[in-house]
């Protein structure tokens, strides 16, 4: 613990003696969790969704536990993109004999946690071996790196461009001179599981000093080059004058061409000034980290509030140029095309489960984000035919199951984020519920028709069996059905909103399909084999990773899994005590190890707040009528995911900010059970850590200019709601609408020990 504190609290403590009044930006750890890092978690030298996420790298193979981990010893590379199925340009300075051909293992270099300062935008570090210190920060596509070399010896940058990097192998690359201090070259992504087309990415490399000397490498030899390297396994150096103290290096990217990444330099840095960048990487995020103003509250919660919402804001990313233009990889061959709107076009997982946690936070305070993403998505229907679930590299993944982006786009519509085309969004989202939609992809199936979705046994059943044939994984009908139904829920609502009375009334209709997988015998929603017989040897919980017709959970946490219809789900429970009771039940025993399924055993507890499929149970006790159970056991969560130390933090999967963002949720005392997408939005209150939280309004967007959050009384350990007021008035409901949110105002909540089980049951 010691040793963590000296990394980043260093920093902090500067700030204190200097008297300098501390900013959002100055509460985030970004080395929380890295224990166990996933490529494209940590990015320390990285705009907001930034094209360039650079970082330093100990470990390069697999999408998991690979990137930064922090209790790796060594650095093995500083690579520039750290994406979704992307990774690629990585740098490494040397010193000495050029080793470069000998691969990574060869060149790596001990580092120490003593001497490193990390922070949002910036990240160094001393490379041991070599005695040079390393400084990293960029701006949106150009990585800047400055070097200063403390010892003796030749001077060298390898540029390993055709390494194994993450999760796939580069199928070829090459490095050209261009001048004494300037490189250019292209690498090709080979294709992966997830991301079936290979990904050409073109970088621009300038440096301040001349190099001395270029060469290359094919196959773990040196060549003979002209100025030239390209290949197969193959990388580039260069070298400086022995003398040489102090390096800066630029590069920048573009996935369109080498034209397109040197117009992204001259764009974005036209100079040299290390300090200018890293100063203006640090305002911009304190920017977007303002918008959420908290007080009150202790230390520790505020680094954790400023730490879920850095990476809420993080681990998607940018893939288009400063003028637009993004490759489209949806057809035969790469396509360059323009991003509708003056939006940029984004690389990103799936948003599978972000209806309970980025859809609710980014509408709120992010609404251009949100719009950026829409128009990212319907760009890509109109290029490939679907709304996508999880892009990369103008490919589409089917990572995931269902159409998640239409939670999306009805939580943006009905918020008034609609700067998209609304009715080719609506076509292609309303494609997507039927047989040769996106739902009809089971995970990773790429082919196409497709089937592994089951959309030919939902639309003729009314729900998905066990058994469907074929590749594609995540084929779980149970979980299928359940979001199949909330998916039609949504889908109703921008009907609705859109004045499409005929298909409102079908999609209501059929978003009672979760009922077909309730068994009355168990109790549980329960899966059914091909013939419609519930299957056997059924357990609510089981130790593994997913139970057999759930995804990535189990019965316990997916018979909960009916955010648009709780009235129902409690009728088939038995009435709202008798659900009541199951829930609170299920929080009983999850409370004995809350941890029981972190690392990936998703099935093994009651509840699991470390993978998307549970994360609104807590809430569900708002919507149920008992509001005092939300306030305890939200707090109950809040508290168990409450370390940033690097071996805390999330304890399961941070899919690109979404267990962040549900992290600031929790902190600030809102929710929405239903993902925000009914055609009149509204929250759900629970007792916020702060004594006071404020939302800074989007003025293109909302008409209010602030809306704030007060807790009267100690929030910390009274987590009671006693009574309320809003803008001045008795408020007496745990749903707050949006509209009164989006107008500006205040809500003021008085908190005490015990619950008032009278405040807030509608």
Same mark, same amino acid.
């Given at each position: 613990m010691l040793r963590w504190m000296t990394v980043w609290t260093t920093l902090l403590l500067g700030l204190h003696l200097s008297g300098q009044p501390r900013q959002p930006v100055d509460y985030v750890n970004p080395l929380t969790d890295t224990h166990q890092s996933r490529w494209f978690y940590f990015s320390s030298a990285s705009r907001p969704f930034g094209m360039v996420n650079l970082s330093p790298d100990t470990n390069v193979r697999g999408s998991w536990k690979s990137g930064y981990l922090y209790d790796s010893t060594t650095v093995r590379c500083f690579s520039h993109v750290h994406a979704w199925q992307l990774s690629g340009v990585p740098v490494m300075p040397t010193t000495g004999e050029m080793l470069g051909h000998r691969g990574m293992d060869a060149t790596q270099s001990s580092f120490s946690h003593a001497t490193e300062e990390v922070a949002p935008g910036y990240h160094k570090l001393h490379l041991d071996r070599y005695d040079v210190d390393v400084e990293l920060t960029s701006t949106t596509r150009v990585g800047l790196h400055r070097y200063r070399f403390n010892g003796e010896g030749a001077r060298h940058l390898l540029f390993d461009t055709g390494a194994f990097l993450a999760h796939d192998s580069t199928d070829y690359s090459m490095v050209h001179r261009v001048s004494p201090r300037e490189l250019e070259g292209y690498v090709i992504m080979g294709p992966t599981h997830r991301r079936p087309k290979p990904v050409k990415l073109y970088?621009?490399?300038?440096?301040?000093?001349?190099?001395?000397?270029?060469?290359?490498?094919?196959?773990?030899?040196?060549?003979?080059?002209?100025?030239?390297?390209?290949?197969?396994?193959?990388?580039?150096?260069?070298?400086?004058?022995?003398?040489?103290?102090?390096?800066?290096?630029?590069?920048?990217?573009?996935?369109?061409?080498?034209?397109?990444?040197?117009?992204?330099?001259?764009?974005?840095?036209?100079?040299?000034?290390?300090?200018?960048?890293?100063?203006?990487?640090?305002?911009?995020?304190?920017?977007?980290?303002?918008?959420?103003?908290?007080?009150?509250?202790?230390?520790?919660?505020?680094?954790?509030?400023?730490?879920?919402?850095?990476?809420?804001?993080?681990?998607?990313?940018?893939?288009?140029?400063?003028?637009?233009?993004?490759?489209?990889?949806?057809?035969?061959?790469?396509?360059?095309?323009?991003?509708?709107?003056?939006?940029?076009?984004?690389?990103f997982d799936a948003w599978w489960g972000s209806h309970w946690s980025l859809n609710i936070l980014w509408s709120l305070v992010y609404p251009e984000i949100m719009a950026g993403f829409c128009n990212t998505m319907v760009d890509m229907y109109r290029n490939?035919?679907?709304?996508?679930?999880?892009?990369?590299?103008?490919?589409?993944?089917?990572?995931?199951?269902?159409?998640?982006?239409?939670?999306?786009?009805?939580?943006?519509?009905?918020?008034?984020?609609?700067?998209?085309?609304?009715?080719?969004?609506?076509?292609?989202?309303?494609?997507?519920?039927?047989?040769?939609?996106?739902?009809?992809?089971?995970?990773?199936?790429?082919?196409?028709?497709?089937?592994?979705?089951?959309?030919?046994?939902?639309?003729?059943?009314?729900?998905?069996? /066990?058994?469907?044939? *074929?590749?594609?994984?995540?084929? !779980?009908?149970?979980?299928?059905?359940? =979001?199949? %139904?909330?998916? @039609? $829920?949504?889908?109703?609502?921008?009907?609705?909103?859109?004045?499409?009375?005929?298909?409102?009334?079908?999609?209501?209709?059929?978003?009672?399909?979760?009922?077909?997988?309730?068994?009355?015998?168990?109790?549980?929603?329960?899966?059914?084999?091909?013939?419609?017989?519930?299957?056997?040897?059924?357990?609510?919980?089981?130790?593994?990773?997913?139970?057999?017709?759930?995804?990535?959970?189990?019965?316990?946490?997916?018979?909960?899994?009916?955010?648009?219809?709780?009235?129902?789900?409690? /009728?088939?429970?038995? *009435?709202?005590?008798?659900?009541? !009771?199951?829930?609170?039940?299920?929080? =009983?025993? %999850?409370?004995? @190890? $809350?941890?029981?399924?972190?690392?990936?055993?998703?099935?093994?507890?009651?509840?699991?707040?470390?993978?998307?499929?549970?994360?609104?149970?807590?809430?569900?006790?708002?919507?149920?009528?008992?509001?005092?159970?939300?306030?305890?056991?939200?707090?109950?969560?809040?508290d168990t995911y409450a370390d940033t130390t690097a071996y805390g933090g999330y304890h399961g999967d941070e899919d690109q900010g979404q267990m962040g963002a549900l992290g600031v949720l929790l902190a600030v005392g809102l929710f929405s059970v239903d993902g925000s997408a009914a055609v009149e939005p509204s929250y759900e209150i629970t007792t916020p850590v702060f004594g006071e939280v404020v939302f800074h309004l989007h003025p293109d967007y909302y008409g209010g200019e602030r809306f704030t959050i007060r807790t009267v009384g100690q929030p910390e350990k009274d987590l009671y709601i006693q009574s309320a007021t809003l803008n001045g008035r008795s408020w007496s409901s745990v749903h707050l609408p949006f509209v009164t949110v989006a107008a500006g105002g205040a809500l003021e909540l008085r908190v005490g020990e015990l619950p008032n089980t009278d405040w807030g049951v509608d």
């Open positions: 970088f621009i490399a300038q440096l301040d000093q001349n190099m001395t000397a270029f060469g290359g490498w094919r196959a773990g030899s040196p060549v003979q080059t002209d100025g030239e390297v390209a290949g197969k396994d193959v990388g580039a150096f260069v070298s400086f004058d022995p003398t040489l103290t102090e390096l800066h290096l630029k590069v920048a990217l573009s996935y369109t061409s080498l034209a397109a990444a040197r117009a992204n330099l001259a764009a974005e840095l036209p100079h040299w000034d290390f300090e200018r960048v890293r100063r203006e990487s640090r305002e911009e995020w304190n920017e977007m980290l303002s918008r959420v103003e908290v007080s009150g509250g202790t230390e520790a919660r505020t680094v954790k509030l400023y730490t879920d919402l850095w990476h809420a804001l993080l681990g998607r990313r940018i893939v288009s140029d400063v003028d637009g233009s993004y490759v489209d990889n949806t057809g035969d061959t790469a396509v360059v095309r323009t991003a509708s709107n003056g939006y940029p076009h984004y690389n490939g035919g679907l709304i996508p679930r999880g892009p990369s590299g103008g490919n589409y993944t089917y990572v995931m199951i269902g159409d998640p982006a239409v939670s999306f786009f009805a939580a943006a519509l009905n918020k008034g984020i609609d700067d998209f085309d609304v009715e080719a969004a609506y076509e292609g989202l309303r494609k997507n519920a039927f047989v040769g939609g996106i739902r009809d992809h089971a995970g990773y199936e790429h082919r196409t028709p497709a089937y592994g979705g089951g959309m030919q046994y939902y639309e003729e059943r009314g729900y998905v069996p /066990e058994g469907i044939e *074929g590749p594609g994984g995540h084929k !779980d009908g149970a979980s299928m059905t359940l =979001e199949y %139904a909330y998916q @039609d $829920w949504c889908l109703a609502q921008i009907a609705k909103r859109l004045g499409k009375e005929e298909d409102y009334t079908f999609f209501m209709e059929r978003s009672q399909n979760y009922r077909n997988v309730w068994n009355p015998a168990t109790g549980y929603m329960h899966p059914r084999e091909m013939d419609g017989s519930w299957i056997d040897d059924f357990s609510p919980v089981v130790d593994d990773f997913s139970a057999r017709g759930f995804c990535e959970a189990n019965c316990a946490i997916y018979s909960h899994y009916v955010p648009h219809d709780l009235p129902g789900l409690m /009728e088939l429970f038995g *009435g709202r005590q008798a659900y009541l !009771d199951s829930l609170n039940g299920s929080f =009983e025993r %999850a409370a004995e @190890d $809350w941890l029981k399924s972190a690392d990936k055993v998703h099935a093994a507890n009651w509840v699991d707040y470390g993978n998307q499929p549970g994360t609104a149970m807590a809430h569900l006790f708002n919507v149920a009528g008992a509001p005092w159970l939300s306030q305890r056991w939200v707090r109950a969560v809040k």
